[in-house]
Nanobody
């Protein structure tokens, strides 16, 4: 059974950067992994994903600003977020790219505000 723990969130000013990490306890090297986010009053949405071979996907809203990466040796998934905007404010979660119900963790809060 895989457990995912997100970290790295915080309060940042517009235009700033944050790097999120997702530590996996369990085997993830063959999984297609993703980052998701949920803003207050909105449904959870997919932000980015990366396959076991390194192919990536980005939502249009973050393309060119966010970069997803993974280190299989460390069982860790990352999301580098640059040029942050207030509309990026949300709780960010990592999961299998299929958004498996049994893998949701607590998430990490990202707040973009001046």
């Amino acid at each position: 059974q895989v457990q995912l723990v997100e970290s790295g969130g915080g309060l940042v000013q517009p235009g700033g950067s944050l790097r999120l990490s997702c530590k996996a306890y369990g085997f993830i090297s063959d999984r297609h992994l993703g980052w998701f986010r949920q803003a207050p009053g909105k449904e959870r949405e997919a932000v980015s994903s990366i396959s076991f071979s390194g192919s990536t996907y980005y939502a249009d809203s973050v393309k060119g600003r966010f970069t997803i990466s993974r280190d299989n040796a460390k069982n860790t998934l990352y999301l580098q977020m640059n040029s942050l905007k207030p509309e990026d404010t949300a709780v960010y979660y990592c999961n299998d790219a299929r958004a498996l119900a049994n893998l949701w963790g607590q998430g990490t809060q990202v707040t973009v505000s001046s």
